[in-house]
């Protein structure tokens, strides 16, 4: 199984943060890697607030987490086919930043 970046805001009252962690004791109990991200004070949903400072921490760790690695996708269960457009557009563009960084930094030939 690929390492797995978990990301709950604290302040979600819909979901508990304990979701996530639970989630990540029971990857990591059977030997898969795990990270978990809990941005303090986040709600539900806080990446739909583009831009905002949760979105932009989120933003920055995934980017960094993903170089080289395959993504899959998760999204929320309360979610409207506009929203997930625009996840995947989000997702893109960091896509994008991600590989511009890589190839200035010259992590790998292109």
């Keep these: 199984m690929p390492r797995t970046l978990l990301i709950h805001g604290t302040g ?3 979901v508990s943060v304990e979701n996530a962690r639970r989630l990540a004791r029971a990857l990591r109990d059977r030997g898969h890697p795990v ?4 941005i ?3 709600e539900h949903g ?3 607030h583009a831009g905002g400072l949760a979105d932009q921490l989120a933003q920055h760790v995934i980017l960094r987490y993903l170089a080289g690695d395959t993504v899959s996708l998760c999204p929320p269960m309360v979610i409207k086919p506009a929203e997930i457009d625009e996840l995947f557009d989000r997702l893109a563009r960091a ?3 991600t590989l511009e960084y890589a190839k200035r930094e010259r992590l790998f030939a292109v």
């Design 40 to 42: 303090p004070l986040a």
């Design 35 to 38: 990270e978990v991200l809990e």
């Design 12 to 14: 979600d009252r819909l």
């Design 46 to 48: 806080f990446d739909a």
């Design 95 to 97: 896509l994008d930043r």
